[in-house]
């Protein structure tokens, strides 16, 4: 029966090499992450105020006060 043995430095060292894999790949990428982040959150934004726009209009027109 073979013992499966696990040290924390083994954790760290996985810990480690992954990170390293991960911000080669950020590198790799560049900005586009984050442009597309921050379009898609100001999307988001014009999104959301057109329909709190329509919202008010429309709270307007049957006179529910502000």
């Known amino acids: ?4 043995m696990i040290t924390w430095t ?3 060292e996985g810990i480690g090499e992954f990170s ?3 911000f080669k790949g950020m590198r790799f990428l560049g900005h586009g ?3 597309f982040i921050s379009l ?9 105020t057109v ?3 329509k919202y008010k209009n429309q709270a ?6 502000d």
């Not at 029966?1 to 499966?4: E, I, N």
């Not at 898609?40 to 959301?48: D, H, Q, R, T």
């Open 40 to 48: 898609f959150v100001v999307g988001l934004l014009v999104y959301w």
């Open 1 to 4: 029966m073979t013992s499966l």
């Open 33 to 35: 992450p984050n442009v």
């Open 20 to 22: 390293y894999l991960v």
């Open 10 to 12: 083994d954790i760290f």
């Open 51 to 53: 329909y709190l726009k």
């Open 60 to 65: 307007k027109s049957k006179g529910i006060p």
